[in-house]
């Protein structure tokens, strides 16, 4: 059964507790995890685009100047291909800095000062990032999930 925030498309609350270890003083940070809309997913795309053609250039670096041109337009042309729901981004989406754009993404509409950094020190955590993983999904399941959660979890008493 779909539970509001997936019928609505609504975020999809988390709850992180930090204790400061001098003070012993509680705060609680909420994330919202809100579906990725159109704006996002091109987003994802075009970041997964700029991400190849910078490795390629990496690797290339050392070329000689015709070989690193015909390597670049060949780069190009594949990067001009990548798409959302290619192999590609099916890929991207299980790496560890692919996971942390999609969350940033989700997570900029409710938090907008929220950066890919504070995302990545978030996944660091695995209990976090698994939580952060199951949010994600929930929020982007369009109703399909079942057993969603009820309520946000609180992790990391002593997570900093």
């Known amino acids: 059964m779909a539970t509001l925030s997936q019928i ?29 809309d159109d704006k996002d997913l091109g987003e994802f795309e075009n970041w997964l685009k700029i991400r190849y053609l910078d490795l390629v250039k990496q690797q290339i670096a050392d070329l000689e100047p015709e070989e690193r041109r015909q390597q670049l337009e060949s780069a190009l042309r594949y990067a001009s291909k990548i798409t959302i729901s290619g192999e590609d981004a099916n890929s ?7 996971i942390k754009y999609l969350a940033y993404l989700s997570l900029r509409h409710n938090k907008p000062d929220i950066s890919t950094d504070e995302v990545g020190q978030l996944l660091t955590d695995p209990k976090i990032s698994e939580q ?29």
């Open 8 to 36: 609505t498309a609504s975020p999809v609350p988390l709850i992180i507790k930090k204790v400061n270890p001098s003070t012993g003083e509680v705060t609680e940070i909420n994330y919202l995890f809100s579906p990725l």
């Open 92 to 98: 991207a989406q299980q790496s560890f800095s692919g």
């Open 132 to 160: 952060i993983k199951e949010r994600m999904a929930l929020a982007n399941s369009g109703g399909s999930q079942e057993n969603p959660l009820k309520a946000p979890i609180q992790l990391g008493e002593n997570h900093q």
